[in-house]
Nanobody
Framework: VQLQASGGGLVQPGGSLRLSCAAA????????MGWYRQAPGKQRELVAL???????NYADFVKGRFTISRDNAENTVYLQMNRLEPEDTAVYYC???????????????WGQGTQVTVSS
């Protein structure tokens, strides 16, 4: 199983970006999917999570600005980021909790990370 993240880049403060992360490979079921981020010198932190049923959870620092969604048919999770701030600058990683087969245990899979830079 591989997760491929895309959509990062350089944006001015107040701007928007949309991240995508597609899971590919032998997949029986995907449970929660989410986005994390890691800024230089800081620990990786949760940004947003979405369950297979569509329930969402956000870190306080992105509530009202970011929206997580998923396309179960495409095994893809998205993160729409609006009103970006310089403090949002980080490498963003996607994660999916996946069962590869009917009898497989759930495991965490991570994408490679995509850089988001918010600067004027």
């Amino acid at each position: 199983v591989q997760l491929q993240a895309s959509g990062g880049g350089l944006v001015q403060p107040g701007g928007s970006l949309r991240l995508s992360c597609a899971a590919a490979g032998t997949i029986f079921n995907i449970n929660a999917m989410g986005w994390y981020r890691q800024a230089p010198g800081k620990q990786r932190e949760l940004v947003a999570l979405i369950t297979s049923g569509g329930s969402t959870n956000y870190a306080d620092f992105v509530k009202g600005r970011f929206t997580i969604s998923r396309d179960n048919a495409e095994n893809t999770v998205y993160l729409q980021m609006n009103r970006l701030e310089p403090e949002d600058t980080a490498v963003y990683y996607c994660k999916a909790v996946i069962e590869r087969t009917l009898i497989d245990s759930s495991r965490d899979y991570w994408g490679q990370g995509t850089q988001v830079t918010v600067s004027s």
